[in-house]
């Protein structure tokens, strides 16, 4: 299986620092991206590969990897960083992308 | 900066066809990379349909193989999809990227294509 694991719901206090995860065979081969969805908009890439974030995307986003376990760290959340967060990755074949179910990060 | 945009029916019947096209603007198809198609049903999560590369070979969700077709116009510079046999859980936000092989650089805003009679 290619599957990938999220933590449904996350909750962090403003300005405090949270790490969202994504398990998953997969990972052990291929980096996770991690993807930010606000309500009615499409997603957008905040990492990719080892740790690299687009331009424009805030320095206080990274991204990490540990055996068959990728995770997205917020280090100083803020309120405009509540939304939904995707990982994704190449399947264990290489052929096809695979996505977590996604995880709803909550800024309290 | 490339941009993506997605165009096609907002309502389609059940059992006929869903066709989309996805036109971008600031790059070349030509120039490379894959160009795809993910789709997000009402209140869910996130998944991928297949892409294509500008040659025109592709790669499909194996759930969806049967009835998927991708194809694209480097004249026009945009490739579409083409999902045969819909039913109502068909429905969705589809949202066109650029694939990159080992990242999902850049989207359009979605459509919504709602299957109903």
């Known amino acids: 299986s290619s599957e990938l694991t999220q933590d449904p719901a996350v909750s962090v206090a403003l300005g405090q620092t949270v790490r969202i995860t994504c398990q998953g065979d997969?990972?052990?081969?291929?980096?996770a991206s991690w993807y930010q969805q606000k309500p009615g908009q499409a997603p957008v890439l905040v990492i990719s590969?080892?740790?690299n974030r687009p331009s424009g995307i805030p320095d206080r986003f990274s991204g990490s990897r540990s055996g068959n376990t990728a995770s997205l760290t917020i280090t100083g959340a803020q309120a405009e960083d509540e939304a939904d967060y995707y990982c994704n990755s190449r399947d264990t074949s290489g052929n096809q992308w695979v996505f977590g179910g996604g995880t709803r990060l909550t800024v309290l | 900066q490339v941009q993506l945009q997605e165009s096609g029916p907002g309502l389609v019947k059940p059992s006929e066809t869903l066709s989309l096209t996805c036109a971008v603007s600031g790059f070349s198809i030509s120039s490379g990379y894959h160009w795809g198609w993910i789709r997000q049903p009402p209140g869910k999560g996130l998944e991928w349909i297949g892409s294509i590369f500008h040659s025109g070979s592709s790669y499909y969700n194996p759930s969806l193989k049967s009835r998927l077709s991708l194809s694209v116009d480097t004249s026009n510079n945009q490739f579409s999809l083409r999902l045969t046999s819909v039913t109502a859980s068909d429905t969705a936000i589809y949202y066109c990227?650029?694939?990159?092989?080992?990242?999902?650089?850049?989207w359009g805003r979605g459509t919504l294509v709602t299957v109903s009679s």
């Open positions: 997969t990972l052990r081969s291929f980096y």
């Open positions: 590969g080892k740790n």
């Open positions: 990227t650029r694939d990159a092989y080992d990242v999902l650089t850049d």
